[in-house]
Every structure is written in structure tokens, then in C-alpha cells.
T-cell receptor
Framework: DADVTQTPRNRITKTGKRIMLECSQTKGHDRMYWYRQDPGLGLRLIYYSFDVKDINKGEISDGYSVSRQAQAKFSLSLESAIPNQTALYFC????????????FGSGTRLTVV | GEDVEQSLFLSVREGDSSVINCTYTDSSSTYLYWYKQEPGAGLQLLTYIFSNMDMKQDQRLTVLLNKKDKHLSLRIADTQTGDSAIYFCAELTDTGRRALTFGSGTRLQVQP
């Protein structure tokens, strides 16, 4: 099994719909992150969580919300999806320091039509 | 603030060396990373360097850090077609957001 599992792998949804992307990790790490990847823009941070009770906004949090259900689970929601949220979404995890790098999931490709 | 910049594209011939460059703006950057993304896949950590180092070598990979110019480079020796991917530079600081900030990625194309 992968260290970081994201579901679904691909999703097409309609404008205005609520959608949840799920992430779980088996690394036993406290820190988890959600990033969005757009061509030519690299990865941008949406939300991050240092533990179950510590959730922080990243640089592009508008239109998104998150829930840290347990140490191993961190879900991302789009309350009312819009076409410019079409992107590749990555979940990642790290140890308490983050110094030794992050472990990424395989990504969720989301298309909003 | 945190900002990381990379050129978008690099093309090399198989067997040549590749050098991918990155500049960053945050002088408090403590840790710098190179990630590789193959088509349809997530990001794979290639290597990292701490700011108290100037160079790090790992098999075919050499990372050079110039703190004065805030410049990081990744050299891949004897580049192979399997090295074709997008390479991301990222920084982590001990202040502010304390999460990785990524560059836009450099697409490396290796021609046979």
C-alpha cells in the first residue's frame, strides 16, 4: 500500500457542486498538506495541518475548506466548485520538522465543467 | 516573502549533463529540495541540502548552493531518457508559514 493514498484519482464535477477529496497516510506523521498544481505555476499551498487541532490557511485557501478527522486523514472540500478550480491536487505528509522532505500522494485530477 | 523561480524548459541529449537552476528570495530559507515528477505521478523527493552546506553529491546528482546569490542548482550527470520529467525546486523556512514553497518546475526533455 502507498504511504499516502488519495481518492478519487480522477473526478469530473459540475459547477456549483460540493466535492470532497480524501487523503490518508500510513507514515504516522503529524503534519499533512494540500497543494494544487497548475501548468506553469508549480504547486501552491491550499491548507496545512500540524496536528489534529492545528489547521492553517495556505496561499490560496479561498473557495476551499479542510477537515482533519484523525492523525492519518485530511480531506479537502470545494464547497461550490467553479471551473478555475480545475487542477491536479496533491496531499502530502511530513514529520514534525519537515526537514527531511514530504511524502506525496499520486494526486487527484479534478475537472469542473 | 517566499518566492522560488525556475526556468520552464531544458532540452539535452542523452549522455550529456543537465543543469537545472533555481533562485529563491527568502534569506531565512533553511532547507532546499529537489523533487521529480514523472508523467501521471506524484512528486518524488530526489535530494535536499541544508543551508549550512555548499554542495551535496548523490550518485549522478550534484546539488550546489550559493547562499550569497540565493541560487540552487541540480546537475544530473550522464542524463538518460528516464530522467525526462518535471523537476521542482522547493524551500522550507523556520519562520512564517513553515511549509514547502515550490518553484514553477523545469521540464527536462532528454533526446536520444
Amino acid at each position: 500500500d502507498a504511504d499516502v493514498t488519495q481518492t478519487p484519482r480522477n473526478r469530473i464535477t459540475k459547477t456549483g457542486k460540493r466535492i470532497m477529496l480524501e487523503c490518508s497516510q500510513t507514515k504516522g506523521h503529524d503534519r499533512m498538506y494540500w497543494y494544487r498544481q497548475d501548468p506553469g505555476l508549480g504547486l501552491r499551498l491550499i491548507y496545512y495541518s500540524f496536528d489534529v487541532k492545528d489547521i492553517n490557511k495556505g496561499e490560496i485557501s479561498d473557495g476551499y475548506s479542510v477537515s482533519r478527522q484523525a492523525q492519518a486523514k485530511f480531506s479537502l472540500s470545494l464547497e461550490s466548485a467553479i471551473p478555475n478550480q480545475t487542477a491536479l491536487y496533491f496531499c502530502a505528509t511530513s514529520d514534525l520538522t519537515g526537514y527531511y522532505g514530504y511524502t506525496f500522494g499520486s494526486g487527484t485530477r479534478l475537472t469542473v465543467v | 516573502g517566499e518566492d522560488v523561480e525556475q526556468s520552464l524548459f531544458l532540452s539535452v541529449r542523452e549522455g550529456d549533463s543537465s543543469v537545472i537552476n533555481c533562485t529563491y528570495t527568502d534569506s531565512s530559507s533553511t532547507y532546499l529540495y529537489w523533487y521529480k515528477q514523472e508523467p501521471g505521478a506524484g512528486l518524488q523527493l530526489l535530494t535536499y541540502i541544508f543551508s549550512n552546506m555548499d554542495m551535496k553529491q548523490d550518485q549522478r546528482l550534484t546539488v550546489l548552493l550559493n547562499k550569497k546569490d540565493k541560487h540552487l542548482s541540480l546537475r544530473i550527470a550522464d542524463t538518460q531518457t528516464g530522467d525526462s520529467a518535471i523537476y521542482f525546486c522547493a524551500e522550507l523556512t523556520d519562520t512564517g508559514r513553515r511549509a514547502l514553497t515550490f518553484g514553477s518546475g523545469t521540464r527536462l526533455q532528454v533526446q536520444p
